[in-house]
C-alpha cells in the first residue's frame, strides 16, 4: 500500500458557504477507511491511494452536482511513511 495525506480547501461560492463544506466533510468521514482531520483552514484526509483517490473523485462530484459554483484547492503529498 501507499499511504498519502491530501489536504482539502473548499470555498463555495455563494452566500451559505457552511453547510456545503460541513456536508463533504460529513460524506468523508462517513467512509470509516479514512482518517479526516479538520481544522478552521482546511480538511487533511489520510489513508492508503488507491482507497483516497476514488472517495474524492466521488465526492468532489457531489459537490459540483449539488452547488452552482465550487472552488476545491488540494495539496497531494505522498508517499507517507509510518
Known sequence: TMD?????SLYPLHQQFIPPIQDF???????????VVTNSMSTQ???????????????????????????FVMKVLGPLTT
Open 4 to 8: 498519502i495525506g491530501v489536504e482539502i
Open 25 to 35: 466533510i460529513d460524506r468523508l468521514n462517513a467512509d470509516g477507511r479514512l482518517r
Open 45 to 71: 484526509v489520510f489513508g492508503d491511494y488507491d482507497v483516497v483517490m476514488p472517495i474524492l473523485l466521488r465526492e468532489l462530484r457531489v459537490t459540483f452536482a449539488a452547488n452552482a459554483k465550487a472552488v
